[in-house]
């Protein structure tokens, strides 16, 4: 059964740094999104790309965030400069298309120090 | 602004009995969905159900089945004869009914322990 895939799975960098999680969507899927989720709490949108740009982004997604979707099948989100509350798990999702659910990756747990 | 409320933060039951899962949400929306997801020990997220806003019928799989009602802008999720590998972090979601983004607004989640 197709599944999103995401790497890392467990990311540890400095604060500073800039970091880039990778998500590969399912195949034949049109919409995709990153979420997060930091410990114990609930998942956040993020931000929503269709069309090789972005459809929404929620208050969260700020000039430090950036998304790409350089190849046909690769989706990354970029925090160019990572601060101690970013660190949280990052989900991946993708969607066929209007009116489907959408999928979920495994995630990437992301550490700041 | 779409809301989802899930007031239960954390369910202890044993082995075999029945639980439910209450969810409430808001949104001004005439038409949207609503799901439900399971997030294990392990993390990931896996989707379970997905229901637009004009199918008020309720759905049974096997052990889980779904109840929305409408009228009290609710949509809950029971477990039957629970195991324990229902043990998880259960999770509603809204979304609305609308080109391009769609994006899930998620409630709380309600952590559930089935305990043998």
């Known amino acids: 059964e197709p599944e999103v895939t995401q790497t890392p799975s467990h990311q540890v960098t400095q604060m500073g740094q800039e970091v880039i999680l990778r998500c590969v969507p399912i195949s034949n899927h049109l919409y995709f999104y990153w979420y997060r989720q930091i410990l114990g709490q609930k998942v956040e949108f993020l931000v929503s790309?269709?069309?090789?740009?972005?459809?929404?982004k929620s208050e969260i997604f700020d000039d430090q965030f950036s998304v790409e979707r350089p190849d046909g099948s690769n989706f990354t989100l970029k925090i160019r400069s990572t601060k101690l509350e970013d660190s949280a798990m990052y989900f991946c999702?993708?969607?066929?298309?209007?009116?489907?659910?959408?999928?979920f990756g495994p995630g990437t747990r992301l550490t700041v120090t | 602004a779409q809301k989802v409320t899930q007031a239960q933060t954390e369910i202890s039951v044993v082995e075999k009995e029945d639980v439910t899962l209450d969810c409430v949400y808001e949104t001004r929306d005439t038409t949207y969905y609503l799901f439900w997801y399971k997030q294990p020990p392990s993390g990931e997220l896996v989707f379970l159900i997905r229901r637009n806003s004009f199918d008020e019928q309720n759905e049974i799989s096997g052990r889980y089945s779904w109840n929305f009602q409408k009228s009290t802008s609710s949509f809950n999720f029971t477990i039957t004869a629970s195991q324990v590998v229902d043990s998880a972090v259960y999770f509603c979601a809204l979304s609305g009914w609308q080109g391009g983004s769609e994006k899930l607004v998620f409630g709380k989640g309600m952590k559930l322990t089935v305990n043998p």
């Open positions: 790309f269709y069309n090789n740009e972005i459809s929404e």
């Open positions: 999702a993708s969607r066929e298309g209007e009116n489907y659910e959408q999928y």
